[in-house]
């Protein structure tokens, strides 16, 4: 059963430009979960979303910043317009059902450097 | 707002029980408390979660405090490959979103 994939795993992008990250679940999860790392610092929730629907993005800075996560395909948080403060590891993780008790499964993350 | 406590740095030496603290005095009595560990460039792994009772697995030991104000994730012997960084995280009741605290980095000693 493979992990949770996200890829690009390194991105680089000028500031303007628009970032897109894609995450892919682990098989049969359907709950999934993004967090930004600044560097040495600990992960801060960003966004929480099943399939089709957002359930919680109050991590979320109110502009640039979206995310999505289709019927199908895997999920996406795209950021606008990208400043060098966007710059950090992003990571996605998964869970099988929406439930405290469940532990997230994280992927290896996707590290966004803007120059 | 909800937060857990955490020493920066810990060391240990190899094959000795490690104890590292956690203290999270704003929890409230349906939070879980969960430990990840995360190595450089890695995303976060997961070692133990509980809510109120000690809970034991084939990774580490979780002790929670009677008032379940603070927590020890207990590594019984130490190796080289746990060297890493230990996050204590609360889940808050009506949420799914994990808190992460700032971590501790543990550094095992041949």
């Known amino acids: 059963n493979a992990g949770v994939m996200q890829n690009p795993r390194h991105l680089v992008r000028r500031r303007g430009q628009e970032a897109r990250l894609r995450c892919s679940p682990m098989?049969?999860?359907?709950?999934v979960y993004w967090y930004r790392q600044l560097p040495e610092e600990g992960l801060k929730f960003m966004v929480y979303?099943?399939?089709?629907?957002?359930?919680?993005e109050s991590g979320m800075p109110k502009e640039r910043f979206s995310a999505e996560f289709p019927k199908e395909g895997p999920s996406i948080l795209r950021i606008q317009q990208v400043v060098r403060g966007d710059s950090a590891a992003y990571f996605c993780?998964?869970?099988?059902?929406?439930?405290?008790?469940?532990?997230?499964?994280f992927g290896p993350g996707t590290r966004l450097t803007v120059t | 707002d909800a937060k857990t406590t955490q020493p920066n740095s810990m060391e240990s030496n190899e094959e000795e029980p490690v104890h590292l603290p956690c203290n999270h005095s704003?929890?409230?009595?349906?939070?879980?408390i969960h430990w990840y560990r995360q190595l450089p460039s890695q995303g976060p792994e997961y070692v133990i979660h509980?809510?109120?009772s000690n809970v034991n697995n084939r990774m580490a030991s979780l002790a929670i405090a009677e008032d379940r104000k603070s927590s020890t994730l207990i590594l019984h012997r130490a190796t080289l490959r746990d060297a890493a960084v230990y996050y204590c995280?609360?889940?808050?009741?009506?949420?799914?979103?994990?808190?992460f605290g700032t971590g501790t980095r543990l550094k095992v000693l041949a």
């Open positions: 704003t929890i409230s009595g349906t939070d879980y």
């Open positions: 098989k049969g999860h359907s709950h």
């Open positions: 979303l099943q399939k089709e629907n957002i359930i919680d």
């Open positions: 993780a998964s869970s099988p059902a929406g439930q405290r008790s469940y532990e997230q499964y």
């Open positions: 995280i609360l889940c808050l009741s009506g949420t799914y979103k994990y808190i």
């Open positions: 509980g809510l109120t």
